[in-house]
């Protein structure tokens, strides 16, 4: 008998990982963990449903506080003022051939030419490296954020170019050298740069 687990359960129903785990026919027992299982914004919950089965336990957050698993978190909102370039400029001149949609008009339904999952995927990664990772705007509300909170602090970044220049910002506005740990850090320098005195910045 096979054991199928996955931790970040709600992930099970991407469309790259579902395929392969469809193909695990023999795994009888099925088990997956996540914050937010079947918190997908794209229709697709049902999914991670099929390939794991129904939530059949719950912890709520404040147990795990309670017991000292988790820290609270307190949600701090930033309010940024930037504009969009690139990606607002490449939708708005969109328009479709095979129909008459233009802009951000949704495609009629007999269009064979509609936006596919990859379109919608590429315009998102446009959107993320122009607002998100290249922002200066954002990214230096956040340096400004992070110097001002309690230390030790740290920093996430899901782009390794992102938190490379978070890195060299925090640098520059703290005068101190500022650590960045990524999947190629050896596990021997995450082991040091975590032992260090916790009075820093780590992004």
Not at 162 to 187: C, K, M
């Given at each position: 008998?096979?054991?199928?687990?996955?931790?970040?359960?709600?992930?099970?129903?991407?469309?790259?990982?579902?395929?392969?785990?469809?193909?695990?026919?023999?795994?009888?027992?099925?088990?997956?963990?996540?914050?937010?299982?079947?918190?997908?914004?794209?229709?697709?919950?049902?999914?991670?449903?099929?390939?794991?089965?129904?939530?059949?336990?719950?912890?709520?957050?404040?147990?795990?506080?309670?017991?000292?698993?988790?820290?609270?978190?307190k949600v701090l909102m930033l309010r940024v003022r930037q504009?969009?370039?690139?990606?607002?400029?490449?939708?708005?001149?969109?328009?479709?051939?095979?129909?008459?949609?233009?802009?951000?008009?949704?495609?009629?339904?007999?269009?064979?030419?509609?936006?596919?999952?990859?379109?919608?995927?590429?315009?998102?990664?446009?959107?993320?490296?122009?607002?998100?990772?290249?922002?200066?705007?954002?990214?230096?509300?956040?340096?400004?954020?992070?110097?001002?909170?309690?230390?030790?602090?740290?920093?996430?970044?899901?782009?390794?170019?992102?938190?490379?220049?978070?890195?060299?910002?925090?640098?520059?506005?703290?005068?101190?050298?500022?650590?960045?740990v990524n999947g190629d850090t050896p596990a021997a320098k995450?082991?040091?740069?975590?032992?260090?005195?916790?009075?820093?910045?780590?992004?």
């Amino acid at each position: 008998m096979l054991f199928r687990s996955a931790d970040e359960a709600h992930t099970c129903a991407a469309r790259t990982f579902l395929p392969v785990l469809t193909r695990c026919t023999n795994a009888r027992v099925r088990a997956g963990l996540s914050a937010t299982p079947l918190d997908r914004t794209d229709d697709r919950a049902v999914f991670t449903l099929g390939a794991l089965g129904p939530v059949v336990h719950e912890v709520a957050p404040e147990a795990l506080v309670a017991s000292g698993r988790i820290v609270p978190a307190k949600v701090l909102m930033l309010r940024v003022r930037q504009y969009a370039t690139t990606a607002r400029d490449r939708a708005a001149n969109r328009a479709c051939p095979g129909c008459s949609a233009v802009g951000d008009e949704p495609c009629t339904e007999d269009c064979t030419d509609a936006d596919t999952d990859a379109d919608a995927q590429a315009r998102y990664a446009d959107a993320y490296a122009e607002l998100v990772v290249r922002s200066m705007a954002r990214n230096r509300a956040l340096v400004a954020a992070t110097v001002q909170a309690p230390k030790p602090a740290l920093v996430f970044a899901r782009d390794r170019m992102h938190g490379a220049t978070l890195q060299r910002l925090l640098e520059a506005a703290t005068g101190r050298t500022v650590p960045f740990v990524n999947g190629d850090t050896p596990a021997a320098k995450r082991t040091r740069v975590a032992a260090e005195p916790n009075d820093g910045v780590h992004p």
